[in-house]
């Protein structure tokens, strides 16, 4: 099922890049757009996960420079009965994660630093789950591909517009066809996007409790994280829009309603799903035992003066 619905998205892709280039250049441009998306498609197959990490200016880490990070993903790979995965760590305060890599002998799983202050270790836990949960459901080769597809039809459209080219006598549909171009093309390589990463997230969600054990801990991480991602910016993937789907929340908005403009399906419904498998009410509550007010607040005598959090050992 992974190799087919890994094909399909080539299909569409490649398709869709096609259509930009007849609208652009008739038959030449979809013969010339057919060879630049075999290119796209190999080099997106072979080296999108470094460009990926690369874009993120993420950098690797192993038991000697992060130790207790580097030692949680060994636990978790064993548990989900994977090959280790290069681990990484991006400098950026946004608490966020993704996963990336061809295949699961080819994974690579990457944290921020905003990510590892935040969280404490339960949640960190069920995070990097749900991101080897993506490894070992083969997601990340949809993924990257996705992610570098997209970027390249956005940049056709944007060829198109500041080149003129709608104005080309080889053009079919003459002026018509550029603004076809500007505009369909962008919102087109969007859709298959989103209808990706919507379905993929809810998988993650479920094949990560289960690698964790602790649904809970996951619900919770993800609360912190939207909240983080509405409030703190990420310049590098607002750089690189057509990346935002890898992220376990939509690194550009943290937006969570579920509606066709969506990069991620609506948090407060992977909440609800997470505490259903945990077996807590689907309503959320700050008073139960992994409400907010449990994680964050440490315990003190009564009377003792408030000391400051500690960033715990990922920060």
Do not use: C
Not at 70 to 88: C, S, T, W
Not at 211 to 229: T, W
Not at 293 to 300: D, F, G, L, T, Y
């Amino acid at each position: 099922m992974s190799t087919m619905r890994a094909g399909l998205l080539l299909a569409a892709m490649t398709g869709l890049f096609m259509a930009v280039g007849y609208l652009i250049g008739a038959q030449q441009g979809m013969f010339i757009a057919f060879v630049l998306a075999l290119g796209m498609n190999a080099f997106a197959y072979w080296n999108s996960d470094k460009m990926v990490l690369s874009m993120y200016g993420a950098k690797p880490v192993d038991r000697n420079s992060a130790p207790q990070f580097y030692a949680l993903i060994e636990r978790l790979a064993a548990r989900a009965q994977l090959p280790m995965p290069r681990v990484y760590i991006m400098d950026n305060p946004q608490p966020n994660a993704f996963a990336t890599g061809r295949d699961p002998e080819h994974a690579a799983v990457a944290a921020t630093t905003g990510l590892l202050a935040m969280l404490d270790e339960r949640e960190l836990a069920g995070v990097m789950a749900h991101e080897l949960a993506h490894v070992r459901n083969r997601d990340t080769l949809i993924m990257t591909i996705t992610a570098t597809l997209a970027g390249a039809i956005g940049m056709l459209a944007n060829f198109a517009m500041f080149m003129g080219r709608g104005n080309n006598r080889n053009n079919p549909l003459g002026p018509l066809g550029g603004i076809l171009v500007m505009i369909l093309a962008p919102i087109a390589a969007m859709l298959v996007q989103m209808a990706i990463s919507r379905t993929r997230e809810y998988g993650a969600d479920e094949g990560g409790a289960a690698i964790s054990g602790d649904p809970a801990a996951l619900a919770s991480a993800l609360a912190k994280i939207e909240h983080g991602a509405r409030h703190v910016p990420n310049n590098a993937a607002e750089a690189n829009p057509a990346t935002a789907h890898m992220f376990i929340i939509n690194p550009l908005s943290g937006r969570g309603a579920d509606n066709l403009f969506a990069t991620h399906p609506s948090t407060a419904n992977r909440i609800a799903r997470l505490r259903t498998m945990g077996g807590a009410p689907a309503e959320p509550s700050d008073s139960g035992p992994w409400g907010p007010a449990a994680i964050v607040q440490p315990s003190r005598p009564s009377g003792a003066p408030r000391r400051p959090r500690p960033r715990g050992p990922w920060g």
